[in-house]
């Protein structure tokens, strides 16, 4: 334990007795330089940001001060989202931006590695030329491999040479998936198509009752989002973003 605590944090820690430091310094090093190679793949826009000497000491502050609670390295880029969330409230010099920013760029990984599946019985209607009724008659599926996200800051703007110090008034909304090819995939949404998403995620929704909550959320008519509503359900199946009706 002695000697973990040392390699975590060598400047808070004194090494156990009996161990030249030479041989401790080639753990101190390989150890946190996997950590921070790791890191800066999962976090290359952040890394680029921050530059090298605040990203090294960041990832110095991770190492040191969190507490992991899984050995898995696909997990790590997770658990250091998780830490800038708390450190940000604690340490105000850190961007106020930087949580959102590292949540937006985990979840490319995250999407990559997923094996989750639908929670029920999905008919992925593969061979239906009534695609876009059955949707509506139907209760559509959200794929898990398609999230709608929601940001304070637009965490797909933010770089080296764009760094907002205020959050625009209107949130961020994306969608993120994974297509059939394994590709990620990164696009706005739109207000309507975000909550129609959020609807559609309940699962206990037709398509055209979904629909016709989103009309009288917006003071319309029973049928003024019927024909965009048909055709953005339709599009949504076809990229991969509903994975079709629940069955049964």
């Known amino acids: 334990m002695a000697?973990?605590?040392?390699?975590?944090?060598?400047?808070?820690?004194?090494?156990?007795d009996g161990i030249e430091d030479r041989r401790l310094a080639v753990y101190r090093d390989?150890?946190?330089?996997?950590?921070q190679r790791l890191l800066s793949g999962n976090f290359p826009v952040i890394r680029r940001i921050l530059g090298?000497?605040?990203?090294?000491?960041?990832?110095?502050?991770?190492?040191a001060g969190h507490r992991c609670h899984t050995p898995l390295f696909t997990e790590i880029g997770r658990e250091f989202q998780r830490w800038l969330e708390q450190q940000a409230t604690a340490d105000r010099a850190l961007p106020p931006w930087l949580p959102e920013l590292a949540?937006?760029?985990w979840v490319e990984l995250a999407l990559q590695i997923s094996d989750?599946?639908?929670?029920?019985?999905?008919?992925p209607l593969p061979d239906r030329a009534d695609v876009a009724d059955a949707l509506l008659d139907g209760i559509p599926v959200v794929s898990p491999q398609a999230w709608a996200l929601a940001y304070r800051w637009p965490v797909h703007r933010i770089a080296p040479d764009y760094r907002p110090q205020v959050p625009p008034d209107a949130p961020t909304l994306l969608l993120v998936r994974r297509d059939r090819d394994g590709e990620v995939r990164f696009a706005g949404l739109s207000p309507l198509s975000?909550?129609?998403?959020?609807?559609?995620?309940?699962?206990?929704?037709?398509?055209?009752?979904?629909?016709?909550?989103?009309?009288?959320?917006?003071?319309a008519g029973p049928d003024a989002l019927l024909a965009e509503g048909r055709a953005m359900l339709a599009r949504m199946h076809a990229e991969g973003t509903l994975a079709g009706v629940r069955a049964g």
């Open 103 to 105: 949540h937006y760029e």
């Open 30 to 35: 390989l150890l946190h330089n996997n950590i």
């Open 194 to 219: 975000f909550r129609l998403l959020e609807l559609l995620g309940q699962a206990r929704w037709s398509g055209r009752d979904a629909l016709q909550l989103l009309a009288d959320e917006a003071g």
């Open 52 to 63: 090298d000497e605040a990203w090294g000491t960041l990832v110095r502050g991770f190492f």
């Open 3 to 16: 000697l973990a605590r040392h390699l975590r944090d060598p400047t808070a820690a004194p090494p156990p």
């Open 116 to 123: 989750a599946r639908p929670a029920c019985p999905v008919d």
